[in-house]
């Protein structure tokens, strides 16, 4: 592997960003970018290729806890490397998903599937169905105390949106609703009436695959 100090200053990877573009960056290059500059005794490329190989051998979502594992990567840095992956992940998703039925979801919440603790998530979504904002609500147990309606709602209402879908895994691997799943889906329903944001699924997900309420009649 080439070291920063051994490539000429037109070739590094800032400098090679701005004269030909990220299309022409190794991944490498580009979070070697991102990370600015390595540490003492390990360079940036170094550093970068470390998170990569973590990355692929984990193959899940990335998170703070695991990159501070490595050698040289800080919380800021840390934070700085989530932050720029979640921002991506929005954009894209934004721009490029129409929701028609449940299995459409399911590339927007695949990543929380084999959590060890249950994601509640919300997916805002437009007049014509498309995303326009995918957020975490809580991170814990799933209760009709913790999932209240105005933490659910208050994003969706500032992306203006429609509709909303609903979503959380079960680390238990167990496809079946909870009564606490039930009536906080049906308390969120009410709510969504009130402020006139149809809540049009809530969809449950694990390892083995997902089930929808709205399916099941559970709504």
Known sequence: MKHIKDI???????????????????????LATLLGSGIRGKDVFQMAHAILRKLDKDK??????????????????????????????????????????????????????DKKQEYFLCISLNGANEVIGNRVIT?????????HPREVF???????????????????????PSPDDIATTRQLVDAGKIIGISVLDHIIITRKGHLSLKEKGLM
Do not use: M, W
């Open 154 to 176: 208050v994003d969706a209402i500032s992306d203006r949106a429609a509709s909303v879908i609903l979503a959380h895994n079960h680390p238990s691997g167990v496809l079946k």
């Open 60 to 113: 899940e979502a990335i998170d703070i806890k695991s990159l501070i594992s490595i050698e040289g990567v800080g919380f800021a840095r840390a934070c700085q490397i989530v932050a720029s992956f979640e921002l991506v992940r929005r954009r894209l998703v934004k721009e490029s998903i129409v929701i028609k039925q449940a299995e459409d979801v399911l590339p927007l919440i695949s990543y929380i599937g």
């Open 8 to 30: 000429p200053d037109f070739d590094r990877p800032r400098e090679k960003l701005a004269a030909k573009g990220p299309e022409a960056l190794s991944d490498t290059e580009l």
């Open 139 to 147: 991170v814990g147990l799933l209760n009709t105390n913790q999932v």
